[in-house]
Nanobody
Framework: QVQLVESGGGLVQAGGSLRLSCAAS?????MGWFRQAPGKEREFVAA????????NYADSVKGRFTISRDNAKNTVYLQMNSLKPEDTAVYYC?????????????????WGQGTQVTVSS
């Protein structure tokens, strides 16, 4: 069982930045970030492969968010810049055993507890 612990959420004004961290108890094939706003389905944000570092981003965050990893620390980061009120959500870290960087939450195997990000206008 892979354990994931997120940190770094909080309240920020529109245009500001936050960095989320996700510490994994062990490495799988890939890591991802998803988010879920009240009344909405969980949606894909970004993903990265541990070994080669390939990335995938949702169109809504391209150019603003950057996913990265520190293999030595088994930690994945999500740097979020130019934040907008519509980025407000609970952000979840996910670990995947498959080769893909899929956008479907059902393709991911392990989940963290989530961290709240609130962007005020």
């Amino acid at each position: 069982q892979v354990q994931l612990v997120e940190s770094g959420g909080g309240l920020v004004q529109a245009g500001g930045s936050l960095r989320l961290s996700c510490a994994a108890s062990e490495r799988t094939f890939s890591m991802g970030w998803f988010r879920q706003a009240p009344g909405k389905e969980r949606e894909f944000v970004a993903a990265i492969r541990w070994i080669v570092g390939n990335t995938n981003y949702a169109d809504s965050v391209k150019g603003r968010f950057t996913i990265s990893r520190d293999n030595a620390k088994n930690t994945v980061y999500l740097q979020m810049n130019s934040l907008k009120p519509e980025d407000t959500a609970v952000y979840y870290c996910a670990a995947g055993l498959a080769r893909g960087l899929g956008v479907n939450p059902n393709e991911w195997n392990y989940w963290g507890q989530g961290t709240q990000v609130t962007v005020s206008s």
